[in-house]
Nanobody, 124 residues
């Protein structure tokens, strides 16, 4: 049974940091595209970061230089290190897995698997 379980969300002040984790079970990373997307109340879902089978990464412009996506293949865990957080980063964050080798970030979480989400709240 496939399961993606996020953790690490919370409430921080602007400028703070959080590290999100996503423990994956039921499949191994292999050639899957892995990523994070977020959704704030009343807003559309937004792809945040993706990492591919060859460890190449891609970020949405608003988080570039502040967020880092990584994966530990041995632990089957996906991470998102978030630094210099801003109030506009407030959202529910979801990890996702897409069976395509190079799934576009905008589609991460639509095909394949996704977790239940972890809330990130950034106060000014």
């Amino acid at each position: 049974q496939v399961r993606l379980a996020e953790s690490g969300g919370g409430s921080v002040q602007a400028g703070g940091s959080l590290r999100l984790s996503c423990a994956v079970s039921g499949f191994t990373f292999g050639s899957y595209s892995m990523g994070w997307f977020r959704q704030a109340p009343g807003k559309e879902r937004e792809g945040v970061a993706t990492i591919y089978f060859d460890d190449s990464t891609y970020y949405t412009a608003s988080v570039k230089g502040r967020f880092t996506i990584s994966k530990d293949t041995a632990q089957n865990t996906l991470y998102l290190q978030m630094n210099n957080l801003k109030p506009e980063d407030t959202a529910m964050y979801y990890c996702a897995a897409d069976p395509s080798k190079y799934a576009p970030m905008r589609t991460i979480g639509i095909n394949g698997y996704r977790g239940q989400g972890t809330q990130v709240t950034v106060s000014s």
